[in-house]
């Protein structure tokens, strides 16, 4: 079974500043991990994923991710925030041969201006 | 082409109700899994449905059940609610049921029992 765990559950930061969400998850297969960002009242949208090939993996919206396989980590940085960015951030594994995706808790990002 | 769909958004029942919720998955998806988000919370995965069939479920009673149809669209059965079932439920749509395929998510269907 795979598991995702969220370290931050809140995560204020002041516009213009780097922001970093931390993602460590856990498995016995490999996987494939993903961010999503979801918004007030809104489903979930895809900013990132990771499948294979390169550890960094840029997203949209100016936010990048590391897949770390050592730590079992997936990092969620942007150099420069917005206060736009304010939004629930969720991160996501899946095994290899099943699409079925475990969350974390996820991550509140409230950017101040 | 367009996007995942749900109906109806917002849904008020009262303990021991049935409820049915709707997913349109997008045009050439296959597969639709079911999440349940209880507030404050990451979406839990309830069961997927591949070609018609069950291909997964989640720690959930039997109460929920669901159905897909030939056009791969679905639907969600909650019987007996209970107080807890009270969250936001989302369909999410797949091209298949492989590792690695990014799901694309609905905007959800707000549930509230009391």
């Known amino acids: 079974a795979q598991s995702v765990t969220q370290l931050d559950s809140q995560v204020p930061v002041f516009e213009e500043a780097p922001v970093e969400l931390r993602c460590n998850y856990s498995?016995?297969?490999?996987?494939?991990l993903f961010w999503y960002v979801q918004y007030p009242n809104q489903g979930l949208q895809l900013l990132l994923k990771?499948?294979?090939?390169?550890?960094l993996v840029k997203g949209i919206n100016g936010f990048e991710a590391e897949f770390n396989k050592s730590q079992t980590s997936f990092h969620l940085r942007k150099p420069s925030v917005h206060i736009s960015d304010t939004a629930e951030y969720f991160c996501?594994?899946?095994?290899?041969?099943?699409?079925?995706?475990?969350f974390g808790s996820g991550t509140t990002l409230n950017v101040k201006p | 082409e367009t996007g995942v769909t749900q109906s109806p958004t917002h849904l008020i029942k009262t303990r021991g109700q049935q409820v049915t919720l709707r997913c349109s998955s997008q045009?050439?998806?296959?597969?639709v899994s079911w999440y349940q988000q209880a507030l404050g919370q990451g979406p839990q995965f309830i069961f997927q449905?591949?070609?018609?069939?069950?291909?997964g479920r989640g720690n959930f009673p039997p109460r929920f059940s669901g159905l897909q149809f030939p056009n791969y669209s679905s639907e969600l059965n909650v019987n007996a609610l209970e107080l807890d079932d009270s969250a936001l439920y989302l369909c999410?749509?797949?091209?298949?049921?492989?590792?690695?395929?990014?799901?694309?998510f609905g905007p959800g269907t707000r549930l509230t029992v009391l």
């Open positions: 990771y499948l294979s090939g390169s550890t």
């Open positions: 449905y591949y070609r018609e069939e069950e291909n």
């Open positions: 045009s050439g998806h296959n597969t």
């Open positions: 498995s016995s297969v490999s996987v494939y």
């Open positions: 996501a594994v899946s095994a290899n041969n099943f699409n079925k995706f475990n």
């Open positions: 999410a749509s797949s091209l298949n049921r492989q590792g690695g395929n990014e799901q694309f």
